[in-house]
Structure formats: C-alpha cells, structure tokens
C-alpha cells in the first residue's frame, strides 16, 4: 500500500507541476474532488452498520500497491496535497517525491495506527445501531472537509 501510495503521490505531483500553469483547470479539479468526498461521506452517513468482514483473505504486496491507483481517495489526497503544498519544495521532481517521502513518513505510521486501533474498535462498533452512529458521524466529518476544501478551492 504505501509504494502504491507514494508511486501514485509522485505521478500526481508531476501531473500537477503540468497543472499549476492552468489554474482554473486546477481549480476546477479541487473542487471536483471536494464534491466527490461530500459523495463519498454523505454515502458513509447513510450506510447501515458494520458488517463481518471476510479476514481470510489476504490481498498481498503487489495488490496492496495496485488499489492505490484505482483508490479514489487517494488521487484527491494527493491532488489536494499537491496544489496545497506543491510550490513549498520547490518545482521538478525531485521537490514532489520530497512532499510525498513526507507526506509517507506521516501516513505510514497513521496507516499503521489505524490498523491496529481498527481491530479494537471494530469490537466497540459491532452492533448495528453502534455502527450506524459511526457511519453517521465520520460521514458528516467527510462532508465537512469537502465544505472546507470547496471554500479554499473557490476562495
């Protein structure tokens, strides 16, 4: 996951090098992308709760890395990071794969947070009603970073 994530974070970075000479275009992109999340958590908001998940399976390095490039969080992650901080390493590549060596020594140790806190909670939110109430509010927190995003995208 994380070399799928930065491979993706560097193309994305080079991408919007191309970008930054469009602005609008790069405007018009963030706020897409702030629309898509305020889909995706409005979704979240209005999904039942938490069901068993098949745990057999495991998906493997080479998968791990490839849904990256289909994880449509992580293309608006980066199209956010990039026009957001894009411009403070510098331009060229090398000042993008800086941003994303960054922005991966934060995210892999919250990725591996995450995993480990998930199987905890997953425990505390196992009934429906308990995950519904999740699903509602980490669905309304979405909607608020796309709010915040569409209001730095259009500001």
Do not use: C
């Amino acid at each position: 996951m994380a070399l799928g994530w930065s491979v993706l974070g560097v193309l994305v970075g080079l991408a919007t090098d191309l970008l930054e000479q469009q602005q609008v275009l790069l405007r018009a992109l963030e706020a897409i992308g702030a629309l898509y999340i305020a889909w995706i958590g409005l979704h979240v908001m209005r999904s039942d709760g938490v069901g068993e998940a098949d745990l057999e399976g495991r998906l493997g390095f080479r998968t791990g890395a490839a849904l990256q490039f289909v994880n449509g969080k992580a293309w608006i992650h980066f199209l956010v990071l990039m026009a957001g901080f894009g411009s403070v390493f510098g331009d060229g590549a090398m000042a993008k794969v800086a941003l994303v060596g960054l922005n991966l020594s934060f995210g892999y140790p919250a990725v591996l947070t995450w995993t480990v806190l998930g199987a905890q909670l997953r425990r505390l939110f196992a009934s429906e009603v308990a995950g519904r109430r999740l699903n509602a509010a980490l669905g309304a927190l979405l909607i608020g970073v796309a709010v915040w995003l569409l209001w730095t995208a259009l500001g």
